[in-house]
Nanobody, 124 residues
Framework: QVQLVESGGGLVQAGGSLRLSCAAS????????MGWFRQAPGKEREFVAA????????YYADSVKGRFTISSDNAKNTVYLQMNSLKPDDTAVYYC?????????????????WGQGTQVTVSS
């Protein structure tokens, strides 16, 4: 079992930056692949970024590639999502997730544990 708590969301103007954090507790953090997903009002949850258990492999959605960076700090049991050059289309609730059965994944069905989400709002 692992518990995930996101933080760092907020309101930012277009072009600005935010850094989301996801603190994990419970089972050894390095046992999990970690991912970020987001869900905008009226839309399905979508993949944003993922990092493998070793931290060496990272995946990004095309819509955020070059603007967002996922990273992890195993000593702090925390995964981060640095978001730069934010756009109004990035407005959503952002969720952190942990996967124990795969090394890394873009698919929400592969993730076993989810945080409660943090709201990111980008104004134009």
């Amino acid at each position: 079992q692992v518990q995930l708590v996101e933080s760092g969301g907020g309101l930012v103007q277009a072009g600005g930056s935010l850094r989301l954090s996801c603190a994990a507790s419970g089972r050894t953090f390095s046992s999990y692949a970690m991912g970020w997903f987001r869900q905008a009002p009226g839309k399905e949850r979508e993949f944003v970024a993922a990092i493998g258990r070793s931290g060496g492999t990272r995946y990004y959605a095309d819509s955020v590639k070059g603007r967002f960076t996922i990273s992890s700090d195993n000593a702090k049991n925390t995964v981060y999502l640095q978001m730069n050059s934010l756009k109004p289309d990035d407005t959503a609730v952002y969720y952190c997730a942990a996967a124990s059965r795969v090394g890394i994944s873009r698919f929400s069905t592969n993730y076993d544990y989810w945080g409660q989400g943090t709201q990111v709002t980008v104004s134009s």
